[in-house]
T-cell receptor, first 113, second 114 residues
Framework: EADIYQTPRYLVIGTGKKITLECSQT?????MYWYQQDPGMELHLIHY???????EKGDLSSESTVSRIRTEHFPLTLESARPSHTSQYLCASSETGLNTEAFFGQGTRLTVV | AQSVSQHNHHVILSEAASLELGCNYSYGGTVNLFWYVQYPGQHLQLLLK??????LVKGIKGFEAEFIKSKFSFNLRKPSVQWSDTAEYFC????????????FGTGTQLKVEL
């Protein structure tokens, strides 16, 4: 079944650690996105990609980085985690085209202590 | 920059009551409009979408929404809610042709009581 997967679902990590949040989709979508959601707040776009080797920053400034070496894979990395990075991170993908819908993964809830 | 306002943050209804959740956006151009739902422990799912055409759109599970361009609104409605509709509902706006770089509202937590 075509889907979008995020791992881990939950992560508690110490300050200063490097972390990578994984996102993979089996839907063959070219476009992929990362959104960040603080508790009780809106989702904010932090990164997006329109295809392999394409990455752009979103509306919300983020210290994280992303890469897109393969179509199906769009990992997000924090080189040195801080408590301010505690949040939920949602990955999404969509087809190429003018008017399409986004499909979301289940999210990774990150806590930095 | 676009913004999306959802006026109701928490809504509690009894089963069979009617539902209307407000969504207003600020952007003068052509937009795509979405309502997403997140059931407890599950991922965001698309409830319904508007790209163009008939401003009254029907989605899954008996939900519908009406796009009123003059009011910059896209309110979600359901005539009779069920306990299983308990979830968080998000309104989102994207620029037409802008992919899915979406601007979301803060969400409305709906609780339906038996």
């Amino acid at each position: 079944e075509a889907d979008i997967y995020q791992t881990p679902r939950y992560l508690v990590i110490g300050t200063g650690k490097k972390i990578t949040l994984e996102c993979s989709q089996t839907m063959g979508h070219d476009k992929m996105y990362w959104y960040q959601q603080d508790p009780g707040m809106e989702l904010h776009l932090i990164h997006y990609s329109y295809g392999v080797n394409s990455t752009e920053k979103g509306d919300l400034s983020s210290e994280s980085t992303v890469s897109r070496i393969r179509t199906e894979h769009f990992p997000l990395t924090l080189e040195s985690a801080r408590p301010s990075h505690t949040s939920q991170y949602l990955c999404a993908s969509s087809e190429t085209g003018l008017n399409t819908e986004a499909f979301f993964g289940q999210g990774t809830r990150l806590t930095v202590v | 920059a676009q913004s999306v306002s959802q006026h109701n943050h928490h809504v509690i209804l009894s089963e069979a009551a009617s539902l209307e959740l407000g969504c207003n956006y600020s952007y003068g151009g052509t937009v795509n409009l979405f309502w997403y739902v997140q059931y407890p422990g599950q991922h965001l799912q698309l409830l319904l979408k508007y790209f163009s055409g008939d401003p009254l759109v029907k989605g899954i599970k008996g939900f519908e929404a009406e796009f009123i361009k003059s009011k910059f609104s896209f309110n979600l409605r359901k005539p009779s809610v069920q306990w299983s509709d308990t979830a968080e509902y998000f309104c989102a706006v994207g620029l037409t042709g802008g992919g899915n770089k979406l601007t979301f509202g803060t969400g409305t937590q709906l609780k339906v009581e038996l």
